[in-house]
């Protein structure tokens, strides 16, 4: 496997042959900026793990709208459920925000490595529940609390530490509360009109901490 390929599967506690045959199997696909990998609805030929640069999965609505579902960086992967289906057939289209290097697992070699590497399939698995478990919480968070409540609830843990140190894009944020960028922006707009919190330029600084945990009960 070539040196820079390693820390993408390094995770999954592969067996060294697992890894190799692993290592054979992928084909390193490269992206310009603004290149479209692949639609929605199209026939699913694989599944993809991002080497470098970043990518977003986005689909249609029935107003022609696109909605960014998530924005994916190195060592993340995409197309894992369309291979277990019947008709494979992508879920989300993909499209590079920058230049991207993906590594791209055909269907049948996909198939064959599960069959035979066990350790292979336990990996899979172990996706499987970690997106599942995600897709619960956000489910429980939209039942029980509103827009407002969940927001506040994010500025919080991210000046707590809770969440991964970076800066979020609006469309991040909005993936990761369940609504749209429209309704985080108009937010975050009466939030600072209450005194909140300010935002300078791409940051947002904490003003009410005691106000904002108030919201976050909502």
Request: proline share 4%.
């Amino acid at each position: 496997m070539q040196p820079e390929w390693q820390p993408i599967f390094c995770s999954y506690s592969l067996r060294d042959e697992t890894t190799s045959r692993l290592a054979q199997a992928v084909i390193e696909r490269r992206y310009l900026s603004g290149e479209i990998v692949q639609l929605e609805g199209d026939a699913c030929s694989g599944v993809y793990w991002v080497l470098s640069g970043e990518l977003c999965l986005f689909r249609i609505a029935f107003d022609g709208r696109e909605m960014v579902m998530a924005r994916l960086r190195r060592g993340e992967v995409f197309n894992l459920v369309p291979p277990f289906e019947t008709e494979p057939i992508c879920r989300a289209g993909v499209r590079a925000v920058s230049d991207v290097s993906l590594l791209y697992l055909p269907l049948e070699r996909f198939h064959r490595l599960i069959a035979d590497c066990p350790d292979f399939a336990v990996a899979l698995l172990k996706l499987f529940a970690a997106r599942l478990s995600h897709l619960n919480r956000v489910v429980e968070q939209m039942a029980l609390h509103t827009v407002r409540g969940r927001l506040a609830r994010f500025l919080l843990d991210q000046a707590d530490g809770k969440l991964p140190l970076r800066q979020y894009t609006q469309d991040e944020i909005a993936q990761s509360l369940g609504t749209v960028r429209d309704v985080v922006g108009r937010t975050l707009r009466s939030f600072e009109d209450a005194g909140l919190i300010r935002r300078d330029r791409s940051r947002i600084l904490l003003r009410d901490r005691a106000g904002l945990e108030h919201e976050a009960q909502r």
